[in-house]
């Protein structure tokens, strides 16, 4: 899914969006998060369990239960993807059509947005 990838400035290439192959594939499908896509029962068809999403990630260290969550919502994405794609093939749907490029430059530079928090307080 990641071709490319540079943390200073963001750059990333080569991703798709899960949710754009999605609509593609289920048009009239509205609902569209991760917990409706794992519910699709042509992609995983397993009810997920969205409890810790909302719980305290800024405490450390964190529970057992929050690294599970956090390894769980990223790996169905790989399914999922793998699902996609499957759909895609039987469908004659080129996947790559969804591929992406993002840069992202900072507007603001850390002593600029500090300089102009001061201005503000």
Known sequence: MLKNIKIGNILGENFVDIVDIYKSLFPGD??????????????IGKRL??????????????????????????????IIYRAMKKICETKGIEINKFSKTCHITPSMNKEKGESEKKKTS
């Open 49 to 78: 369990s969205k409890l810790d999403q909302m719980s305290g990630w800024c405490n450390r260290p964190l529970r057992k239960a929050q690294i599970h969550y956090a390894a769980l919502d990223s790996f169905l994405l790989v």
């Open 30 to 43: 509205t609902k569209n998060s991760l917990k409706f896509l794992c519910e699709n029962p042509d992609l």
